[in-house]
């Protein structure tokens, strides 16, 4: 079963911009070590508030990427933009689904199963 990483990071007084752009560049490398998809959602209300995301096949996998000399350097590299400790946790995927944007666009909707279940 898919598993999906949450890792919440804090960025520090006004570091938040700095540690935006960092974690941009740190997460699309999940898909050298076998993720199928990664993120990063920034929170609205409170703007120092990140949630990176990424959905590995094996928790091995997971701990590769974690623990590669990629994310070693970041961490060391990026240390003051971000409040310790970080601390991730492992999420069954249970479902999700997702609006297909070309049929939207069409004023068509997905069908169940199709895409992703719409309500």
Known sequence: MAGLVHI????TL???DKLEAALADIAPLALRYGASSY???RNRDDRYKFLQL???EH???WERYWNGPEFTRFRVANQG?????VLYTWNDVVTE???DAELERQGRHAEAGM???TV
């Not at 933009?81 to 400790?85: G, I, K």
């Open 8 to 11: 919440p990071w804090y960025a």
């Open 14 to 16: 006004f570091r938040g």
């Open 39 to 41: 993120g990063v959602h």
């Open 54 to 56: 990424a959905t590995f």
């Open 59 to 61: 928790k091995s996998d």
């Open 81 to 85: 933009y971000f409040q310790v400790p």
């Open 97 to 99: 689904g997702y609006l």
């Open 115 to 117: 895409t992703g279940d």
